[in-house]
């Protein structure tokens, strides 16, 4: 696959970009709705919830955070993961914009 170019796309472009590409797992949007679901920050065990191992688990983890769209804290030997309020509301937005745009059914195929 050749380069993305993303120089060439604007910063809001290229923001909600990568916000999707680490949507784009059904393992980490399993992870956000556990979060969502639990209100509060996730220190459980993941792995019996989801049933993947505990390496897959912690590389989407880490993916999700790297993103912005979860953030963590240390507690003893664990880790809790949140979601993180301000890139969830500029999610919110640029997706809620982008699918908005849409107009409605036109007759061109």
Same mark, same amino acid.
């Given at each position: 696959m050749?380069?993305?170019k993303t120089e060439i796309f604007t910063d809001e472009q290229n923001q909600l970009a990568q916000l999707m590409k680490?949507?784009?797992h059904p393992a980490r949007i399993a992870i956000l709705q556990r979060i969502l679901i639990s209100n509060t920050c996730i220190c459980?065990?993941?792995v019996g919830e989801l049933g993947l191992a505990q390496a897959t688990i912690s590389q989407h983890l &880490?993916? %999700?955070k790297t993103a912005g769209i979860i953030q963590g804290t240390i507690e003893g030997?664990?880790?809790c993961y949140c979601i993180n309020p301000v890139?969830?509301?500029l999610l919110e &937005?640029? %997706?809620g914009v982008f699918l908005s745009s849409y107009k409605g059914e036109v007759?061109?195929?």
């Open positions: 050749g380069l993305t680490a949507l784009a459980g065990d993941l &880490k993916e %999700l030997v664990s880790v890139t969830w509301k &937005k640029q %997706l007759s061109c195929c």
